[in-house]
T-cell receptor, first 109, second 112 residues
């Protein structure tokens, strides 16, 4: 299994602040997915990025896939308590779908 | 529409007892099926995946096993549970390599 490091591991911020979390690997991926998991539930897909350098926006969330397709970032603008959760990245293109180490985000009202 | 059912939702089992968790998918054919485990406060660890009936790939050596007796049924088993088997077990499916993973609601297993 390839290693997919996410940073930071934990992040606690005040409502209204901006933040960026990262997903890094030494391997090249054909595409990458971002999921968010809330306590006691399964992860839910947020976005799939496919092309190197691609930027996708989902309301206040901006996802970027690195030019070399080895890394990705998620930027949240004006975080809200509803953004609280575990953010996971996962490469696609193979049957063994593994996840990154995760970033646990807490947004304090 | 497709749905995934996973049960039971919670389970408390003594050390050394057997385990059977079941997952079924409706509304799709020949899905890829997955079992993940999540320790408290941690990320998801891929345990097993299956691309077809009777085809099981194991990612982590352990005392767990998986079976796929029918196209849309995936079972996670153990003959003798260990304390370290405690965690949140999630079943998931996808129908194409770049499609989303759809997760069940999970089973919280506590081994005492």
């Amino acid at each position: 299994t390839q290693l997919l490091e996410q940073s930071p591991q934990f992040l606690s911020i005040q409502e209204g602040e901006n933040l960026t979390v990262y997903c890094n690997s030494s391997s090249v991926f054909s595409s990458l997915q971002w999921y968010r998991q809330e306590p006691g539930e399964g992860p839910v897909l947020l976005v799939t990025v496919v092309t190197g350098g691609e930027v996708k926006k989902l309301k206040r969330l901006t996802f970027q896939f690195g030019d070399a397709r080895k890394d990705s970032s998620l930027h949240i603008t004006a975080a809200q308590p509803g953004d609280t959760g575990l953010y996971l990245c996962a490469p696609t293109g193979a049957n063994n779908l593994f996840f990154g180490t995760g970033t646990r985000l807490t947004v304090i009202p | 529409s497709q749905t995934i059912h996973q049960w039971p939702a919670t389970l408390v089992q003594p050390v050394g007892s057997p385990l059977s968790l079941e997952c079924t998918v409706e509304g799709t054919s020949n899905p890829n099926l997955y079992w993940y485990r999540q320790a408290a406060g941690r990320g998801l660890q891929l345990l097993f995946y299956s691309v077809g009936i009777g085809q099981i790939s194991s990612e982590v050596p352990q005392n767990l096993s998986a079976s796929r007796p029918q196209d849309r049924q995936f079972i996670l088993s153990s003959k003798k549970l260990l304390l370290s088997d405690s965690g949140f077990y999630l079943c998931a499916w996808t129908d194409r390599l770049r499609s989303p993973l759809h997760f069940g609601n999970g089973t919280r297993l506590t081994v005492t």
